[in-house]
């Protein structure tokens, strides 16, 4: 199969909304990553969207809807919580975890009787929604296991042969996936995956908001976790990455005592003076690094890093996004100085 490049034009646009009404997956812009789309009641496609990303048949696909008014439709209990939180979050990048109806398919919600809904803010992403009709199940559009994808030439190079078509809508605004949460009582919700939306953002609409300690720490073979995607070893690039907590005099003697070949650095914006072995960085504040990170971690690969070490960024706000894929990309292996 061919994958067009499609472009961020209405012709484009009404013609990849047709595809994906077809039964076809599309690589789709998002404000946080680009998804793989497809018609989330229709158990063909979807299986489609498995197949291309090698996904485990029991991570589930989060559901992408227009308007959050469009969730009734295909979810049996919709909290009063969750009115709230969408009047305050969403277009937006957070993700509710509801009860699903009969209009979404074991297949789509990973085997669980609940589904993931979230109302994506890019004018793109948006109009596909309304123009194919469709609830649209969309995962990031990478390979299971890489780096998710941030810009339309990821999504090529990850999907090219797999997939009708990709949608060009430009560098993913977020660069992290949307912050998925649970409701854990009448005024409490639960973060199974952090991103833009965090908890200090929650608690302005919550009583209360608590981390799944899964967030931070490696889930045990055959443990039970909130959310699939916990279990899995995610978001690696090729080389192995190392995440330091340090100060930057600290990090840099690490680096020099551990250099050599095919040895990398991914350090903050700012670090760079008086840093003298190879290294990219990731911006200077936990916004800029959630926008870079994956971006930078594919730039690593390509210049054929095989260990990074990479400065552990803050965990406050959106920090905490970031450090969660870092961590993972690192199989949780942290060194503390
Ligand atoms: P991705 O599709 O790559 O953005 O990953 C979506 C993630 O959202 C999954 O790996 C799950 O961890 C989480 N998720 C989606 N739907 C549900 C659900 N119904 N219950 C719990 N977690 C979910
Ligand atoms: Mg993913």
């Not at 977020?174 to 639960?190: K, N, P």
């Not at 072995?277 to 990731?282: D, Q």
């Given at each position: 199969?061919e ?14 909304a047709?595809?994906?009404r ?46 959050f008014s ?8 919709i ?15 957070l ?29 793109v ?28 030439e990821?999504?090529?190079r ?10 060009d ?25 952090p991103g833009?939306v ?69 350090i ?23 926008h ?7 730039e ?6 095989e ?31």
């Open positions: 199969m994958t067009l490049l499609l472009k961020n034009n209405i012709d484009d646009i009404k013609y990849a047709r595809l994906i077809d039964g076809q997956v599309v690589g789709i812009p998002t404000e946080t990553v680009y998804g793989l789309g497809a018609d989330a009641s229709n158990e063909e496609a979807v299986g489609k969207v498995f197949a291309a990303k090698g996904r485990p048949a029991d991570n589930p696909l989060i559901v992408h809807l227009a308007d469009d969730a009734e439709r295909y979810t049996s209990m909290p009063a919580l969750a009115y709230r939180l969408a009047e305050r979050f969403t277009p937006g990048p993700t509710m975890v509801m009860p699903k109806n009969e209009r979404i398919p074991m297949l789509t919600s990973g085997g669980l009787d609940t589904v993931g809904i979230r109302v994506p803010s890019h004018p992403m948006h109009s596909i929604i309304e123009q194919s009709g469709c609830a649209i199940a969309a995962p990031s559009a990478n390979r299971s296991g890489l780096p998710s994808p941030t810009s339309a990821h999504v090529m990850d999907m090219n042969g797999r997939i009708a078509a990709v949608v809508g430009g560098q993913s605004e977020f660069g992290v996936e949307s912050t998925v949460i649970s409701f854990d009582g009448e005024d409490a919700v639960r973060i199974l995956r833009a965090t908890r200090e953002m929650l608690l302005e609409v919550c009583g209360e908001v608590v981390i799944d300690p899964a967030i931070l720490n490696e889930v045990g073979e055959g443990e039970k976790v909130a959310s699939p995607g916990m279990k899995y070893k995610h978001y690696s690039p090729k080389a192995d990455i190392i995440m330091v907590e340090s100060q930057l005099g600290d990090f840099t003697s690490l680096v020099g005592d551990n250099y050599g070949d095919g040895v990398y650095a991914l903050f914006d700012g670090d760079e003076a008086g840093f003298p072995y190879r290294h990219l960085t990731y911006g200077a504040d936990s916004s800029m690094q959630a870079w990170l994956f971006q930078r971690l594919r690593l690969d390509d210049m054929g890093a260990k990074v070490y990479v400065r552990a960024p803050s965990t406050d706000g959106v920090g905490l996004a970031v450090y969660n894929r870092l961590i993972r990309a690192a199989g949780f292996e942290v060194i503390r100085i």
